[in-house]
Nanobody, 122 residues
Framework: QVRLVESGGGLVQPGGSLRLSCAASGFTFSNYAMSWYRQTPGKERELVAAITSVGSSTNYANSVKGRFTISRDNAKNTVYLQMNSLKPEDTAVYYC???????????????WGQGTQVTVSS
């Protein structure tokens, strides 16, 4: 069965760092683009960072550019989000996403984890 399990969230002070991990199983991890999203109450879930299936390209929200780094280890079926210089506005539930589109663009596989809480506060 497809599983995405986030870990590494917690409480951190402003300016601190945290590394999130997402462990994947039940599908061919190396065939999927991976992303991190975050969501706070009353807001839409927003894309934070994305990485292609082999890690050749990354994309970041403007609000986290220069502070966050997404990476993946296909041998471990794991994607990471290194978060540095954290700000209170980074507080959110962070979700891991896996996505693959078939060759004809007729079917999209899209999986989500349950999320991990990140709280940035003094």
């Amino acid at each position: 069965q497809v599983r995405l399990v986030e870990s590494g969230g917690g409480l951190v002070q402003p300016g601190g760092s945290l590394r999130l991990s997402c462990a994947a199983s039940g599908f061919t991890f190396s065939n999927y683009a991976m992303s991190w999203y975050r969501q706070t109450p009353g807001k839409e879930r927003e894309l934070v960072a994305a990485i292609t299936s082999v890690g050749s390209s990354t994309n970041y929200a403007n609000s986290v550019k220069g502070r966050f780094t997404i990476s993946r280890d296909n041998a471990k079926n794991t994607v990471y989000l290194q978060m540095n210089s954290l700000k209170p506005e980074d507080t959110a539930v962070y979700y891991c996403n896996a996505q693959r589109v078939d060759a004809l663009g007729l079917w999209t596989y899209d999986y989500w984890g349950q999320g991990t809480q990140v709280t940035v506060s003094s």
